[in-house]
């Protein structure tokens, strides 16, 4: 079992910047994919960006592309969400999960554990 713990959530201005972190509870963290969903108020979850485990190949969502950074620190056993030029519809739970196979890193249902989220609020 892998407890995923996010932190860094809060309230930020239009077109500011916040980075948000999970730390994952496992001694092989390296083995696992980690990527990065949201849940808007009235939406369903969906995906914003992962990252395989060497950090070697990720993938964004196209409503981030170009704005977010995704990475992660093996020794820390910690992924990294750098939100940039935030906009109000950016506004969701954010949720850490982490994955054991390396192939699709764009799917739910390919992640096995997930975080509890973390609330990041755009402001306008």
């Known amino acids: 079992q892998v407890q995923l713990v996010e932190s860094g959530g809060g309230l930020v201005q239009a077109g500011g910047s ?3 972190s999970c730390v994952a509870s496992t001694r092989t963290f390296a083995w696992y994919k980690m990527g ?3 849940r808007a108020p009235g939406k369903d979850r969906e995906f914003v960006t992962a990252i395989n485990g060497s950090g070697s190949r990720t ?15 093996n020794t820390k056993n910690t992924v990294y969400l750098q939100m940039n030029s935030r ?9 850490c999960a982490a994955g054991r ?12 554990y997930w975080g509890q989220g973390t609330q990041v609020t755009v402001s306008s």
Do not use: C, H, N, P
Request: aromatic letters at 16%; hydrophobic letters at 35%; proline letters at 0%.
């Open 18 to 20: 916040l980075r948000v």
């Open 87 to 95: 906009k109000a519809e950016d506004t969701a739970v954010y949720y």
């Open 101 to 112: 196979t390396d192939g699709v890193l764009d799917g739910q249902e390919e992640y096995d």
């Open 36 to 38: 990065w969903f949201r």
């Open 59 to 73: 993938r964004y969502a196209d409503s981030v592309k170009g704005r977010f950074i995704i990475s992660r620190d």
